[in-house]
């Protein structure tokens, strides 16, 4: 039969003629194309997919724009293919980060786009994958960190250099391009090969223009032509060759560098990146495993050749252009640079902490320059699953950076180049939606020296020249697309400063104008502008809260009753209703009274409202980290880290009822060491409440006779008082004028040195013994974190610093202060002490200690301990808010940024909630004889920023105040009256006083 069939098929060829072969080799190919590229089961949805193309789009604009047009269509995932390739792309902030950050070891590695693969041939550290990139970058960073001792004086060295080479062209338009790239391509040239070139060396040059042009043609029409359809392209002629040509020109002058030094190598010294590699190669001499030789050293060595100049340079040619396009913008950073830096000091990255407004112009140029578009690609190395869609193994994954650089909702003007996006008040803002170095753990590895280069190399040319347009020429922010975004070709003119030519009629207007002026006159004039300035600055929004007669300067300073605020807030309320405003000096705050107003700002509205303020006192002290005054991820990432530890260390647990009824015991004995005599309970109590949160801290207690533990909690309660202090407020108001002056405020900032200096010796003590495999307390597990963080920042010993500060300083203050208030009421009011005496004898006695779960039957000692938290009313407005976007509440207007008050005392005294509110009567949390809770007592704030450590608060107010009752009496001194009238600092506490523990 087979013999038979052999004759017949080669019969049927013969009748069939050459057209029908060309029709039947098109169809296979249509359906091995259709195969090929179908969609996995739910595989993101993207555009038609035509044969053996893929994807139209308008090529007629950059692909990144194009691409972004799709997301309105499809949604921030969709899919895209292009010949042979076949991408999915994310956009958005969110689904960025989910990608990079939290499946950050499933797209670790590079895919095989054909122009990469053809050059790097999966060596070196951008396209390597696997082992290689891991055992290739470790190494990298490592080699880099040993020689990066000189990279900022390195930096330095070559901005003189610019700016000499700058000057050569005496104020004529001139291209920067190449002067620009040399001066960066210098600085990674001097690491890798250990030295730099002329700016005249012709051949530094040529490689220069070789590098520039190579780079551009991967990103040209026909770079990305080769990519789709590379096994046709790779045999057509076109412009893309010369990529090969000029990448061998690149090889060739690099393997000759590395030759040379292996003539010269000196194995006990290391002079740069190739000496570190050679040395590296002999030590894995004969290890067939290891990736250590040649070929790598030759790819990585080009890739940061490569990476290290094309970026920076990129950002640094925008900066430029936008400075010259912008001339006030340019004017701001000079007035900055003058004032910080002056004309002769280099400058450093020490000074850019003082330059808030210069740091603002670099981060939006690296946002509106959108240098990288798209990212680096990345593959899955695994099936996962991304925005509910399946992504297989293999799939490459685009990050549309530019979806989140223009991002309407995070930008206020996105398409404007707009360094108010960076400030706020006047200080540098870090904004989450900001990855011009892309993140996880395939970010930029060379993040640290881009941003030193940007910053030395922009001060350094702007604190010599002011960059212009050429006369008669108009500047074009048109862009190519290389491997980079980078601005078209351009001339500009770098007129050096205080040469600028002036109209020569102006000086003697001027000086005639001065002449003139008396100084009674100029004073006059400058109160003037000073009024008007003042009222533009702080005049309100259209269907702004209303508020009283605003005084300039001063704003409602005058209404404000240091010594009892909550009076002054109340008298507001009946005269403006339950949402007003106020301006103290430069601070605008919104107050919301009554539960309504309450609830919406902090529960229907709670995600806009969950940042804290920038107000300077807690600025100096909390620095925007750690848990009370960090906002945003870091505060999120925090807060989630510390509720999990604690809860890991016993809170809500046997455990840690355990040690505060031990503690409990502590307190009491020294209590009985005073015999019944008058004593000050504060320092007692203080001890014995921060002894509860050291314990899941520290792992330890401190005893109540220890003498540097008693003088830093006496730091504490001063610290805590001192906040209310008439100067603490003004420097808060006014602090470019407080910060000269003495006064409380200069107080805190020293008492708190002295707390960060206590709990950088409890963490050394820690990292000394500390044992990764087992965490002790709060401290170690957040030692543990921070081993694990390598990339995002989020948990450092800075951190844990302001966390454990934090925690202790929250911890210790409210619930010392309440039960300072729950001793005095008791001893003001005995008939209330006596019965809950008699409650505690019948359902505890006198044998055993209490236990939280005796708080169910003690219905009237309950009822006693919320009443105490609401008369004592310890955090009278709630820790402030802010809008982190434009909003309305109760219809009005509230823009972002607006510091929002909620002022739980308007709950804690309503008279409509409160039989007698202004009254100590614990029948208010009692009905028919069962303890009851008020909605209306939220004394531990509520939503998502509520008091994380209420838990443990309730239960050492339950526990320590039963525990004294039950076997103590408390009285006032003999011939002494005790008074409730408080003392206001950052809790509202008794004022100081002495009492009488008799035992029962």
Not at 186 to 196: D, E, K, L, V, W
Not at 615 to 627: A, N, Q, S, Y
Request: proline share 6%; charged share 20%; glycine share 6%.
């Amino acid at each position: 039969m087979e013999l038979q069939f052999w004759p017949d098929f080669v019969s049927f060829l013969k009748k069939l003629n050459g057209r029908m072969l060309l029709v039947a080799l098109v169809m296979s190919l249509l359906i091995i194309d259709l195969v090929k590229k179908r969609r996995p089961r739910n595989f993101p949805p993207g555009p038609q997919l035509f044969p053996l193309v893929g994807t139209f789009v308008d090529f007629k604009q950059p692909l990144h724009l194009a691409l972004q047009k799709l997301t309105g269509r499809y949604g921030n995932i969709f899919s895209v293919q292009f010949g042979s390739l076949t991408f999915v792309v994310v956009n958005g902030y969110q689904m960025v980060r989910e990608a990079l950050v939290h499946q950050a070891e499933i797209f670790a590695d590079r895919p095989s786009i054909p122009l990469l693969q053809e050059i790097f041939r999966g060596f070196g550290l951008i396209s390597s994958n696997g082992h290689i990139w891991r055992q290739q970058r470790k190494f990298a960073l490592a080699a880099l960190k040993s020689l990066a001792v000189n990279f900022e004086e390195k930096v330095q060295e070559e901005s003189r250099y610019l700016v000499e080479t700058i000057e050569e062209e005496k104020g004529q338009p001139f291209d920067p391009h190449y002067k620009i790239n040399s001066a960066v391509s210098n600085i990674i040239c001097s690491i890798t090969f250990g030295n730099r070139f002329d700016y005249h060396d012709n051949r530094f040059q040529e490689l220069l223009h070789s590098l520039a042009e190579t780079l551009l043609l991967i990103g040209s029409f026909w770079g990305q032509l080769y990519n789709a359809f590379p096994l046709i392209m790779r045999w057509l002629p076109g412009p893309f060759r010369k990529i090969f040509r000029h990448w061998e020109k690149l090889q060739y002058f690099v393997k000759g560098v590395i030759a040379k030094h292996k003539e010269d190598l000196d194995q006990s010294e290391a002079g740069d990146y190739i000496d570190c590699y050679l040395k590296e190669i002999e030590k894995f001499k004969g290890d067939t495993s290891s990736y250590f030789h040649e070929e790598n050293l030759l790819c990585s060595t080009l890739d940061l050749f490569l990476t290290g100049t094309e970026t920076t340079a990129t950002a640094i040619r925008w900066a430029l252009l936008y400075m010259a396009a912008y001339p006030h913008i340019q004017e701001k950073v000079q007035q900055e640079i003058d004032a910080v830096v002056g004309q002769c000091q280099q400058p450093s990255m020490a000074d850019k902490e003082r330059m808030p407004y210069t740091s603002a112009v670099l981060s939006e140029v690296l946002r509106m320059g959108n240098v990288v578009p798209l990212g680096v690609p990345r593959m899955a190395t695994s099936d996962t699953t991304l925005a509910g869609f399946h992504l297989p193994k293999g799939t490459t994954l685009m990050t549309s950076l530019t979806s989140i650089m223009f991002d309407k909702n995070v930008w206020e003007t996105p398409d404007s180049f707009n360094p108010e996006h960076f400030l706020e008040n006047g200080q540098y803002r870090r904004r989450e939606a900001f990855l011009p170095f892309s993140a996880g753990k395939r970010a930029c590895p060379g993040e640290q020296l881009a941003r030193t280069e940007l910053f030395i190399f922009f001060v350094a040319l702007l604190q010599k020249f002011s960059f212009q347009a050429p006369a008669e020429a108009a500047l074009s922010f048109a862009f190519t697309l290389s491997l980079t975004r980078c601005p078209k070709p351009f001339q500009l003119r770098a007129v050096p400063r205080g040469h600028i030519p002036a109209d020569p009629q102006h000086p003697a207007m001027l000086q005639f104008l001065w002449d003139s002026l008396s100084l009674q006159t100029f004073l006059i004039f400058l109160f003037i502008f000073l009024l008007i300035a003042d009222y533009m600055k702080n005049r309100n929004p259209k269907n702004f809260p209303p508020s009283p007669l605003r005084l300039p300067f001063l704003g409602h300073l005058y209404l404000v009753d240091f010594k009892d605020p909550v009076v002054a807030v109340q008298r507001l309320v009946k005269r403006y209703g339950d949402i007003f405003s106020m301006h103290m000096g430069g601070m605008k705050f919104v107050m919301v009274t009554g539960m309504r107003l309450v609830k919406e700002v902090l529960v229907n509205q709670g995600d806009k409202f969950l940042d804290r303020p920038d107000l300077p006192v807690d600025e100096g002290i909390f620095r925007k980290i750690g848990l009370i005054s960090s906002t945003g991820h870091l505060w999120k990432a925090q807060r989630r880290f510390t509720l999990t530890t604690l809860r890991n260390f016993g809170l809500g647990k046997r455990s840690l009822e355990e040690r505060i009824q031990e503690e409990c015991r502590y307190l009491m004995d020294v209590f009985r060491d005073e015999q019944g005599n008058p004593f000050n309970p504060q320092l007692k109590i203080t001890n014995a409440v921060a002894n509860v949160i050291c314990s899941l801290i520290f792992g330890n207690r401190f005893d109540y006779h220890d003498d540097d533990f008693q003088r830093l909690l006496k730091l504490m309660n001063e610290m805590t008082a001192l906040h209310g202090a008439v100067s603490t407020q003004l420097y808060n108001n006014f602090p470019s004028i407080m910060k000269y002056l003495p006064g409380a405020h200069q107080t805190i900032f020293k008492y708190w040195k002295v707390l960060e200096n206590f709990m950088k010796e409890q963490i050394n003590k820690h990292k000394e013994d500390w044992n990764p495999s087992e965490s002790r307390d709060y401290i170690d597990s957040y030692l543990l974190e921070i081993s694990k963080d390598h990339n995002s920042g989020i948990f450092q010993e800075e951190h844990l610093m302001a966390c454990s500060l934090d925690l202790m300083f929250a911890g210790t203050e409210t619930t010392s202060s309440t039960l300072r208030w729950a001793l005095l009421f008791m001893a003001i009011h005995p008939e209330i002490q006596a019965r809950v005496q008699a409650e505690i004898d019948a359902v505890i006695g006198q044998a055993r200690s209490p236990a939280l779960e005796d708080r169910n039957k003690l219905h009237y000692t309950n009822a006693v301990i919320h009443e105490v938290q609401r008369k004592g009313n310890v955090i009278p407005f709630n820790v402030p808010r802010m809008a982190s976007e434009d909003t309305y509440v109760d219809g009005y207007y509230i823009p972002k940024g607006t510091i929002m008050m909620t002022n739980l005392t308007s709950l804690l005294f309503d008279k409509n909630e409160w039989k007698t509110p202004d009254s100590f009567n614990p029948e208010h949390f009692l009905k028919d004889g069962k303890f009851w809770k008020n909605e209306y007592f939220l004394p531990f704030s509520t939503g998502k920023r509520a008091c994380l450590g209420e838990l443990l608060a309730r239960s050492e107010l339950f526990l320590f105040f039963t525990s004294l009752l039950q076997k103590f009496t408390f009285q006032a001194p003999p011939g002494t009256t005790l008074s409730p009238q408080p003392m206001m600092g950052i809790a509202m506490a008794p004022q100081p006083y002495k009492i009488c523990a008799v035992p029962r």
